[in-house]
Nanobody, 120 residues
């Protein structure tokens, strides 16, 4: 029903930057959580950063000071600016939008996932 389309992934050298985008086909208006996750092979999917109700932003300790999560409500797009990238950041990145619809049904949508590879 609602699609999240991710873009911006790819290969980058250590110390470089990437900006991930997650464009939603629907509005963020009813969302209570906008988030980025990542998963490396053989590892659990982990929360990288999120924006929750009230505009509160949290980051995983491993990315604090390097990553910035932001949103453009007018374009229904979520961003993740990744700077000073490290090989340890290599993973598939997923965006997630969670909320409650007008009929009070909760929704939970995920992007398709994008590979981010940090390597020299």
């Amino acid at each position: 029903q609602v699609q999240l389309v991710e873009s911006g992934g790819g290969l980058v050298q250590p110390g470089g930057s990437l900006r991930l985008s997650c464009a939603a086909s629907g509005s963020f208006d009813s969302a209570f959580a906008l988030a980025w996750y990542r998963q490396a092979p053989g590892k659990e999917r982990e929360l990288v950063a999120h924006i929750i109700t009230g505009g509160i932003i949290n980051y995983a300790d491993s990315v604090k000071g390097r990553f910035t999560i932001s949103r453009d409500n007018a374009k229904n797009t979520l961003f993740l600016q990744m700077n000073s990238l490290k090989p340890e950041d290599t993973a598939v990145y997923y965006c997630r939008v969670s909320g409650r619809a007008a009929d009070f049904r909760e929704y939970d949508y995920w992007g398709q996932g994008m590979q981010v590879t940090v390597s020299s």
